[in-house]
């Protein structure tokens, strides 16, 4: 019968004198493999929410503290300033690549301003598909987030909304009704065309069947001429 019991480090004994052709080396060597890739996802989301933590800081530190709460169109103002946070810097960065040095050799492209190039893209898409913030709308939210230590356990409290480009916004709103004015185009045109005749194949053909000939009478029976007889 198969082990299907999952061995971690402490159930394995004498893990430093395997030999590596042994049952044991294979046991040892998958379990390594699934703390690995435990501790890789555990990274990953801490970072996700080490993302999320910094973000909601920003905001917190952005907005007013003589305000309550602040309107939807405040907030987008606050979201452009968000995303244009690293403009000093990669100014900085990119006059230093076009600077030329001695011997005309112009400086090479530092990694820093790659990474916040590539930053500054996936936040601009984010905001054209809708950008997560706290919703600083809401007082009582506003003032839970103002109470929160920045703890990522207590962060789940503070309300997020998503907010979409105003701008990429009002260019989908005027495709739908440029759409909308080509469909009722089309339906038009469409009403005043004649209609087309009806294929052969459609055409009901009726046929008139003429009605069946009456039988001829039948001849009279002798007992029905003798009872005539009989009465006269």
Same mark, same amino acid.
């Given at each position: 019968m198969p082990n299907n019991k999952r061995h971690t480090l402490k159930t394995i004994k004498n893990r430093d004198n395997v030999h590596p052709s042994s049952r044991k080396a294979g046991?040892?060597?998958?379990?390594?493999?699934?703390?690995?890739?435990?501790?890789?996802? /555990? #990274?990953?989301?801490?970072? +996700? &929410? @080490?993302?999320? !933590?910094?973000?909601i800081l920003w905001f917190r530190y952005a907005l007013d503290e003589s305000l309550p709460c602040t309107t939807k169109l405040e907030l987008h103002d606050l979201i452009e300033l968000h995303l244009a946070r690293h403009d000093e810097e990669?100014?900085?960065?990119?006059?230093?690549?076009?600077?030329?040095?001695?011997?005309?050799?112009?400086?090479? /492209? #530092?990694?820093?301003?790659? +990474? &916040? @190039?590539?930053? !500054?893209?996936?936040?601009?898409?984010?905001?054209?598909?809708?950008?997560?913030?706290?919703?600083l709308t809401n007082p009582k939210n506003v003032k839970i987030m103002r109470e929160w230590d920045g703890d990522t356990n207590g962060m789940s409290r503070v309300k997020m909304i998503r907010l979409v480009d105003p701008k990429n916004l009002a260019s989908i709103v005027a495709g739908a009704s440029k759409s909308n004015m080509e469909g009722?185009?089309?339906?038009?045109?469409?009403?005043?065309?004649?209609?087309?005749?009806?294929?052969?194949?459609?055409?009901?053909?009726?046929?008139?069947?003429?009605?069946?000939?009456?039988?001829?009478?039948?001849?009279?029976?002798?007992?029905?001429?003798?009872?005539?007889?009989?009465?006269?």
């Open positions: 046991q040892l060597m998958r379990v390594l493999h699934r703390k690995n890739k435990i501790d890789q996802l /555990k #990274a990953k989301k801490a970072g +996700l &929410l @080490e993302h999320v !933590v910094e973000r990669l100014a900085q960065l990119r006059s230093l690549h076009h600077t030329q040095q001695g011997g005309g050799v112009i400086r090479p /492209k #530092a990694a820093r301003e790659d +990474l &916040l @190039e590539a930053l !500054v893209i996936k936040e601009r898409n984010e905001y054209t598909a809708g950008f997560e913030v706290p919703d009722i185009a089309r339906s038009e045109n469409n009403s005043r065309a004649p209609s087309p005749a009806p294929p052969a194949d459609n055409v009901e053909v009726l046929v008139e069947v003429p009605a069946p000939a009456s039988a001829p009478a039948e001849p009279e029976t002798k007992e029905a001429a003798v009872t005539e007889s009989s009465q006269e």
